[in-house]
């Protein structure tokens, strides 16, 4: 609010799941062939994840959800004390359109069976689908395609063989960053702010002085599941 600005995290850094834009082991040994316990196919396995983990690494993301009615879970996981952005789609799609970057919206799939199961690897694909557990979260990604141009893809290899995760040897260049961040106009994408149930007056207050601060126009409200 205070700069104007958008949040995008890398996302092999995402703590809620160390698999995030990476697919299943069975998945890739499904789709190219790889049979357990051949220490050739194993070895192009630990190659393929490998490759994935450093291919995630290009991609940055600005997290939504998708809402249809609150929820106890959502508030407690991502805003137990804080508030929730309120936009639409079509306002944030305008706005990804608008970006200088490669960049991309959608909703996220949840489950294996929603990857292509033709044999192909698409990387976009992945990091676009979680796993089950996560789909009560009801996601809309943006994202933000940024790869190193000199990446050599090769930092999950030893001396000898491929290992499944880059390996801390062998880091990444330093101008490959944690986040981005971009300028976009807020008051065409807010609509509105709901402020946690469980949030102090205070909070509440502070962001009716930041709305009128940056003179939008949007609702504040508090959530529908504050106890009255």
Known sequence: MA?????????????????????????????????????????????????????????????????????????????????????????????????????????????????????????????NTKRKLFEGEREVRAILWCPDPFAARNRHFDLNSPHSRPLPENPRHHWVHDFKRRRVDLKALITGVVVSPWAAKEVFGKVEHWIQVKNHSCEVRRSNLAIC
């Open 3 to 127: 700069n104007d600005e958008l949040y995008f995290r890398r996302a092999d850094l995402f703590t809620q799941d160390e698999n995030e834009g990476i697919p299943p082991e069975d998945y890739i040994r499904r789709v190219m062939g790889l049979q357990r316990h051949l220490s050739e196919d194993e070895r192009q396995l630990r190659h393929w994840m490998g490759t994935l983990a450093q291919d995630r690494e290009a991609f940055y993301v600005n997290c939504w959800h998708l809402h249809r009615h609150e929820t106890v879970e959502m508030w407690k996981n991502f805003a137990e004390d804080g508030v929730a952005i309120r936009s639409r789609f079509d306002l944030l799609k305008s706005l990804m359109d608008g970006m200088m970057d490669s960049a991309y919206l959608g909703l996220m799939r949840y489950g294996e069976e929603r990857l292509n199961q033709t044999g192909r690897i698409n990387v976009l694909q992945f990091i």
